[in-house]
């Protein structure tokens, strides 16, 4: 039996993302590559969960559309018990996963939220010890996999559902997720996998013809321009793609939220930051004074940072000894430990951050085999006979790009809001922290303390 390919892409970027709220099935023509015009546009009217119509773009590639499939359940049931055990596993797999990408050099923004969301979609088609690994790495413990379904879409509902609180340029705060499952024209698909995909995460199904790569690379990149307002263009480069790819699963999250406590830009100044070698690099130091919460300790210097309007936050984290090594010991269990003393504690901040932004690619293989999901990689191991049993299907690459901007206002990547402080006593506690020296982030909805972004700045 011929051994085909499946490409699994996750993007974290900077845009306003819908996902298609049917099954329906488009095959999609490429538009003239010299277009500047959105084929997917999007209003800003639509409610979360709501697909544009594909046919009202009048610059939209032409498609036909067939039905089939379940509907996506727009009120997934869960307790908070099992969605805080959900987003626990969440994050045991994105520490796991940090450590592996800290061993390379340089800045670093990635989201474990879209990556272990692409991980689900592809776990519903797996079997045998492919399914057995991911289980293992995605931190699975669920006998019923379709509840493992039910929680993600709970939690993206969750965490989707934002306040409707503006901010003061009339913003509201956003994450949006969105998901699409890309295949070969002609080949079939097992009903029971489209089922999962379409009901728990609002996949749209789209046909292209792979045996004209770079056709189907321009068809999934426009896609994906359209959902991030065109901030990522080339998610996937010229090569990636072949006569032999059968599937692209793709997931997109973003992220926009302004700060509880903004920053003044008057008072932003240029001051050092001290690089891992020793070295100093002129920053744009933004300086904020505000009620909220702080920790000094021995090992670490950390502040939370609230967006405004909910329930995200960024929480940073300075080392106050040896950064890699400081790196390597953040466990799950530390980050919970952390974001939990930040509850109840208040207190007078005097806060330097550096503005930073941060753009990072990734092709995942080699961490992920390190992390245990080894079958999936191998032509003559891997079973994903859960897609379809009428060829034989691996992975050959799992794309992911990251970009993040952090300035006086606020923050743009994907995913955060806020806890509000109370402001019912006069602080009781004092923290003077300059986030001068290299330093970890993370941005994280405060319920569950689900991370949807990571990274550190060695360099601002």
């Keep these: 039996m011929k051994t085909h390919r499946i490409l699994i892409t996750t993007t974290l970027i900077l845009a306003f993302l819908l996902s298609a709220c049917s099954p329906a099935t488009e095959t999609i023509e490429p538009m003239p590559t010299d277009s500047a015009t959105d084929p997917y546009p999007i209003s800003g009217d639509e409610e979360p969960g709501q697909a544009y119509p594909i046919d009202e773009s009048p610059d939209q590639p032409e498609s036909s559309e067939a039905s ?42 990635y989201s474990p939220y879209s990556i272990y969301q692409a991980f689900l979609m592809l776990y519903a088609g797996a079997n045998t010890e492919t399914k057995a690994e991911i289980a293992q790495v995605l931190e699975l413990e669920m006998d019923d996999d379709q509840d493992v379904h039910n929680l993600m879409n709970a939690l993206n509902k969750l965490l989707t559902t934002t306040p409707s609180y503006l901010d003061a340029n009339g913003q509201p705060l956003k994450f949006d997720v969105a998901n699409a499952l890309w295949t070969q024209e002609g080949i079939e698909i097992n009903q029971g996998f489209l089922d999962t995909l379409s009901a ?16 189907a690379r321009q068809a999934i990149n426009l896609w994906v321009a359209a959902q991030t307002n065109e901030k990522i263009k080339e998610l996937i480069p010229q090569g990636v793609l072949n006569e032999l790819t059968r599937l692209v699963i793709t997931n997109a999250v973003y992220f926009k939220g302004a700060w509880q406590n903004p920053f003044d830009s008057n008072r932003t100044t240029n001051e050092p930051f001290f ?15 505000y009620t909220g919460a702080g ?12 967006y ?41 901040v005097n806060l330097g951050l550096p503005k930073f932004k941060s753009e990072k690619s990734f092709n995942l293989g080699d961490q992920l085999k ?30 992911h790009k990251a970009y993040i901007d952090v300035n006086e206002e606020g923050t743009e990547a994907a995913a955060a809001t806020a806890i509000a402080v109370g402001t019912t006593s006069m602080p009781t506690d004092s923290w003077d922290i300059t986030f001068d020296h290299p330093f970890i982030y993370v941005i994280y909805e405060t319920t569950t303390n689900a991370v949807v972004f990571m990274g550190r700045v060695v360099a601002p």
């Design 370 to 399: 390190a992390l245990g999901i080894q079958k999936a990689f191998d032509p003559q191991a891997a079973d994903f006979t859960g897609i379809t049993d009428k060829m034989d299907l691996y992975i050959t690459d799992v794309l």
């Design 68 to 109: 089939g499939g379940m509907a996506y359940i727009t009120d997934p049931i869960a307790s908070q018990d099992d969605l805080n055990d959900h987003a626990e596993n969440i994050n045991k797999f994105a520490l796991e996963l940090y450590r592996k990408l800290a061993q390379e050099e340089g800045n670093l923004i």
């Design 295 to 306: 920790l000094v300790s021995e090992r670490y210097q950390a502040v939370k940072l609230p």
């Design 200 to 215: 728990n995460y609002n996949a749209g199904l789209k046909l292209v013809d792979f045996s004209n790569p770079e056709t």
């Design 308 to 348: 405004q309007g909910g329930n995200y936050a960024m929480a940073v984290i300075m080392p106050n000894g040896d950064f890699a090594e400081f790196e390597q010991s953040l466990d799950e269990d530390a980050l919970k430990q952390i974001l939990s003393e930040f509850n109840g504690i208040f207190g007078q």
């Design 275 to 289: 690089l891992l070698d020793g070295s100093e690099q002129t920053v744009e130091m933004m300086r904020n004074s």
